[in-house]
């Protein structure tokens, strides 16, 4: 039996840029996007999910599925708009994060956001 002293899955540092809109608008009215504000965060599980995978809205939707992104219990922040950088790639959110029932997980994620792969 494996010794319990050390966690049996470890996450990942990821980038989540977080786009910014200015106070400035375009011809048509619209606002100007500025720099996205870049952040790291830890403890992050990466799964690769093929589309075929999917199941549910995304899926009837035919809304294509490169990964999904496992954020820790202590990350609260809205995920919607953002991109998220993990080995040398980038990935676009779809939606935004969904969080599971906190007595349903016992481990350290509880939040999950499907990605589309854009670079």
Same mark, same amino acid.
């Given at each position: ?16 840029? +977080? ?18 504000? +870049?952040?790291?965060?830890? #403890? ?12 549910? #809205? ?30 040398? +790639?980038?990935?676009? %959110?779809?939606?935004?994060?969904? +969080?599971?029932?906190?007595? #349903? ?6 939040? %999950?956001?499907?990605?589309?792969? %854009?670079?």
């Amino acid at each position: 039996m494996p010794s319990l002293d050390f966690p049996l899955i470890s996450g990942e540092t990821v980038i989540v840029a +977080r786009p910014e809109m200015s106070t400035d608008v375009d011809e048509m009215g619209e606002p100007i996007a500025g720099e996205p504000t +870049r952040e790291a965060v830890g #403890n992050v599980l990466f799964d690769p999910t093929a589309s075929s995978d999917v199941s549910g #809205n995304l899926r009837l939707a035919s809304i294509e599925v490169d990964a999904d992104f496992h954020f820790p219990k202590t990350y609260t922040e809205s995920l919607r708009g953002c991109s998220i950088e993990h080995g040398g +790639r980038t990935y676009q %959110v779809i939606g935004d994060i969904r +969080r599971y029932t906190e007595a #349903n997980v016992p481990g350290q994620w509880n939040g %999950v956001v499907s990605c589309k792969e %854009v670079s």
